[in-house]
């Protein structure tokens, strides 16, 4: 099972990357948990820039823009091989 996290306070695209998301792991009909994490020290554990944040596995794959879901796609498949 993959552990997903977007990280944001809550904003527009922090809820467009948490959609995206969403939907592809319903797509590739994987298990995953998707959490949100808007906690500003947990953010900055990640080390990024800007929000939103995608982690996968604890290993951050975007941060700083929204993510189009064939590239969120590609992500979650490469984390589960």
């Known amino acids: 099972m ?3 996290k ?4 809550g904003c527009d695209n922090c809820k467009n990357v948490e959609t995206i998301t969403r939907k592809a792991v319903a797509d590739l009909a994987i298990e995953a948990s998707v ?9 900055m554990k990640y080390k990024i820039l800007s929000t939103p944040g995608l982690v996968i596995n604890e290993k951050v794959v975007c941060a700083g823009r929204v993510p189009s879901q064939a590239e969120v796609t590609t992500w979650l498949a490469n984390a589960l091989s």
């Open 2 to 4: 993959l552990t997903i």
């Open 6 to 9: 977007v990280l944001g306070p």
């Open 35 to 43: 959490v949100k994490v808007t906690d500003h020290a947990d953010i």
